[in-house]
C-alpha cells in the first residue's frame, strides 16, 4: 500500500503562493492517477486537481483553474500543487490521494494525513 504524506501548507496573505508536496512510500507511485482534495470547516471534501500516470492528462476544479498547477515526478515519487493568487475561501486542509481511474473526483486506497493552508484577507 502507498503511504502519503503531504507539507507545504501554512498561513499567507490573498494573492499569495503557496507549494504543495506529496511524498509517496512504495514503488508503484507512477503506476496511479493522483489527485488534490480539500476540506473547508464544516464542508464536504472537496475535488480540487488530478493528473494522470505519466502527467499528461490534468483535471482541475473551476474554483482553481488558472490559479493552481498539479504536476508529479515520478522518479521522486513526488506529486505537487502549486497555488497561486490564493484566496481566503482556498483556506482548507490539502489531501493528496490516489483517485479511481474511472472518476478522478473519487479517491480509491490511500490519501494522506494532510496539510493547512490558511488565507487571510
Known amino acids: 500500500q502507498v503511504r502519503l504524506v503531504e507539507s507545504g501548507g501554512g498561513l499567507v496573505q490573498a494573492g499569495g503562493s503557496l507549494r504543495l508536496s506529496c511524498a509517496a512510500s512504495?514503488?508503484?507511485?507512477?503506476?496511479?492517477?493522483m489527485g488534490w482534495f480539500r476540506q473547508a470547516p464544516g464542508k464536504e471534501r472537496a475535488f480540487v486537481a488530478a493528473?494522470?500516470?505519466?502527467?499528461?492528462?490534468?483535471s482541475y476544479a473551476d474554483s482553481v483553474r488558472g490559479r493552481f498547477s498539479i504536476s508529479r515526478n515520478n522518479a521522486w515519487n513526488t506529486l505537487y500543487l502549486q497555488m497561486n493568487s490564493l484566496k481566503p475561501e482556498d483556506t482548507a486542509v490539502y489531501y493528496c490521494?490516489?483517485?479511481?481511474?474511472?472518476?478522478?473526483?473519487?479517491?480509491?486506497?490511500?490519501w494522506g494525513q494532510g496539510t493547512q493552508v490558511t488565507v487571510s484577507s
Open positions: 493528473i494522470s500516470e505519466n502527467g499528461r492528462i490534468i
Open positions: 490521494a490516489i483517485v479511481s481511474p474511472n472518476n478522478w473526483h473519487e479517491i480509491s486506497g490511500s
Open positions: 512504495g514503488r508503484t507511485f507512477g503506476s496511479y492517477a
